[in-house]
């Protein structure tokens, strides 16, 4: 396993083009991360978190041009009020590979805040980032404990410190009339 010290180190940008998995710090929570467009990857996150695989991940993104499918024209006047920031929103994207949709459609996509993780996700492309823990439990609060808490299922950890108020990302969807609907 390796440690990188921030998310700005090219052996990271090097190892998540090559399928790697690991934590990073999002701008909510720690993310058990990796690339979303490689399948590989997303299903072994599925595994290292002993998620439903019919539950789909959430996709960071840096830019709209990242989406797989373009935004949805009702959020075209309304989407700064959410992006960038802590919302992710599912809306439809048959575009989006099989993996990320499971059996549906739809995909949840946030672009976070974070400069160094939008930096990131320029570099390799969009990541899947559902919270860094099991199924059922506490996410973690501070990345080196992932070491312990995953151990060789995961191949790298960026430490970013302690996560202060430990709150996921707002979750909003986009209704078949145009609505957002909050869903957490």
């Known amino acids: 396993m390796i440690i ?5 180190h090219p ?4 190892i998540l083009r090559d399928g790697a998995i690991g934590v990073i710090k999002t701008d909510t929570l720690y993310g058990l991360v990796g690339r979303a467009e490689d399948e590989k990857a997303v299903e072994k996150i599925y595994s290292v978190k002993h998620r ?17 499918d373009p935004l949805p024209a009702v959020l075209s006047s309304t989407i700064d009020n959410y992006w960038p920031g802590p919302n992710s929103i599912i809306f439809e994207s048959p575009s989006a590979p099989k993996w990320l949709r499971r059996s549906g459609s739809t995909v949840a996509y946030r672009m976070p805040a974070n400069e160094n993780l939008k930096r990131l996700l320029l570099e390799v492309g969009p990541l899947v980032a559902p919270s860094a823990n099991r199924e059922g439990e506490p996410p973690l609060e501070i990345g080196l404990q992932a070491e312990a808490y995953f151990g060789d299922e995961i191949d790298f950890i960026v430490d970013g410190g302690l996560v202060l108020d430990g709150q996921p990302s707002h979750l909003y969807h986009v209704t078949s009339g145009g609505d957002m609907e909050k869903v957490r």
């Open 4 to 8: 990188f010290p921030d998310t700005d």
């Open 11 to 14: 052996k990271l940008h090097d």
């Open 52 to 68: 439903d695989t019919t539950k789909p991940l959430i996709v960071l993104v840096a830019d709209e041009a990242q989406l797989f």
